[in-house]
C-alpha cells in the first residue's frame, strides 16, 4: 500500500468555477445536478492506489490487528444518513471525524439545483471532484488537494476520489453513478459517498445529466460486484484497499471484505433495507445505498467502534453470483 502525504498548514484558496455541462456525456445543455449536505440537528458522538496521509499523524496505519471489541458497544453512526426525500434521486451522505477528540457526526446530501455529481460540498465550499478520460486507468482513486476547491476555502486540504470516466456511461466496470471518498481539512476526516441513487420502485428516465434511465431495485438473486475500491485509517492516515462486496437480495444482506492483494484487512456485513443498507457486525457499523439502475453500484461508510479505524467504500460491475 502506498500512501499519499499532505498538510493541514492553513491557506485561503478561493479558486473561481468554470462550469462544464457538457462534460457529462450527452447532457444536451440541460444544467447539471448539484448535491449538498444537510446539518444534522444531532451531535453524535490496479496500478497501486494511493492513500492518504497528514503530517505528524505518528504510526497510524490500517494494518493493524482488529480485535474483539469489549469495551465500547455504543453505536457511533446514530446520525441519519443516506436518508433523503422519497423523489430524491442524487442523494448520499457525508461521515465526519474528529480526529482530536474522536467525535463522529454524520450529514445527508440531496438535491440543489445547478450542482452536479462532479462537485462536493462541505461547509458551504464546493470541493471539484477529479474525472478520467475513458482510456485511462479506471481502478483506484485520485488525490484531491487544496486547488480543488472552488467557490471558497476550508484551508488546506487534501484526500481522494474513486477514479472513473464521465465518457463511459455504459460501461458496467465505470463508476458512472457514484462518488465516494475523503476530504482531511482542519483535523477532521470527510468520507464521502454521492450519487443517482437507485429507485425502490419504478423507471427514473428524466435525469437531467446525461446519464441512462434507471431501472428498480432487484427484488431477489444473489450478486457479486467484480470491481471495489476502500479507503481504511483513522486520524487522517487512509489506505487504499480492493472491496470485494456481495449482495443476497432473497435474505436482504450485504457482505464487504476488504483486502490489500489476497489479504483481507476487514470483513463486515448489513442488512439491505429499500435502496439503502445498515448493520453493526463485528464491532463494525455501516450504512450506505445503492447507485444506478438496478443497484448496479454500491457505496458506504463504516466505522469501527474499539479501534476507531473507519474509511468509505463502492464497487461496481454487478454479476450473478454463482460461488455459492
Given at each position: 500500500m502506498?500512501?499519499?502525504h499532505?498538510?493541514f ?5 478561493v ?12 447532457g444536451n ?5 448539484f448535491?449538498?449536505?444537510?446539518p ?7 496500478p497501486?492506489?494511493p ?5 505528524n ?5 490500517a494494518?493493524?490487528a482488529?480485535q474483539?471489541n469489549?469495551?465500547?458497544n455504543?453505536?457511533k ?9 422519497k ?5 448520499g451522505?457525508?461521515l465526519s471525524i474528529?480526529?482530536a477528540?474522536g467525535s ?11 450542482e452536479?455529481l462532479e462537485?462536493?460540498f ?8 477529479k474525472?478520467?478520460a ?19 476555502s476550508?484551508?488546506?486540504i487534501?484526500g481522494?476520489?474513486?477514479?472513473t ?11 458512472q ?18 450519487g443517482?441513487?437507485?429507485p ?10 446525461g446519464?441512462?434511465?434507471?431501472y428498480?431495485?432487484p427484488k431477489?438473486g444473489?450478486f ?9 485509517g ?12 456481495r449482495a443476497?437480495?432473497n435474505q436482504k ?8 492483494g ?10 439491505i433495507?429499500?435502496n439503502?443498507?445498515?448493520?453493526n457486525?463485528h464491532?463494525?457499523?455501516?450504512k ?5 439502475s ?5 457505496g458506504?461508510?463504516?466505522y469501527?467502534?474499539?479501534s476507531q479505524y473507519?474509511?468509505?467504500f463502492g ?5 450473478p453470483?454463482?460461488?455459492h
Open positions: 502506498q500512501k499519499l499532505f498538510s498548514i492553513a491557506t485561503a484558496c479558486l473561481m468555477l468554470s462550469a462544464c455541462s457538457s462534460s457529462s456525456g450527452g445543455g440541460t444544467a447539471p445536478i448535491l449538498t449536505e444537510i444534522d440537528s444531532s451531535n453524535n458522538t490496479q497501486a492506489p492513500s492518504v496521509t497528514p503530517p499523524a505518528g504510526n497510524t496505519s494494518d493493524h482488529v474483539p469489549m469495551e465500547d455504543t453505536p453512526l446514530t446520525s441519519p444518513m443516506f436518508s433523503s426525500p423523489d430524491a434521486r442524487l442523494t451522505a457525508i474528529n480526529s477528540n463522529v457526526s454524520g450529514k445527508n446530501l440531496h438535491n440543489v439545483e445547478k452536479t462537485s462536493l462541505i461547509d458551504n465550499v464546493e470541493i471539484a471532484l474525472t478520467l475513458a482510456e485511462d486507468e479506471q481502478r483506484g482513486f485520485n488525490s484531491l488537494t487544496t486547488a480543488d476547491q472552488k467557490h471558497g476550508l484551508g488546506e487534501s481522494a476520489v474513486n477514479k470516466s464521465v465518457y463511459s456511461l455504459y460501461d458496467q466496470s465505470v463508476y453513478f457514484v462518488r465516494f471518498g475523503v476530504i482531511n481539512s482542519n483535523a477532521h476526516s470527510h468520507l464521502f459517498v454521492q443517482l441513487q437507485t425502490i420502485e419504478g423507471v427514473w428516465s428524466e435525469i437531467d445529466n446519464h441512462a434511465n434507471l428498480p431495485m431477489s444473489k457479486v460486484y467484480k470491481k471495489g475500491d476502500a479507503l481504511y483513522k486520524a487522517g492516515n487512509y489506505s487504499a484497499l480492493s472491496a470485494e462486496v443476497d437480495f444482506q450485504l457482505n464487504v471484505s476488504l483486502k490489500d489476497q489479504t483481507e484487512k476487514l470483513a463486515f456485513s448489513a442488512a433495507e429499500g439503502t443498507f445498515n448493520g457486525s464491532g463494525v457499523e455501516s450506505g445505498a445503492f447507485y444506478g438496478g443497484a448496479n453500484q454500491v458506504g461508510v463504516f469501527e467502534s474499539q473507519n474509511g468509505v464497487a461496481t460491475d454487478k454479476r453470483d454463482d460461488s
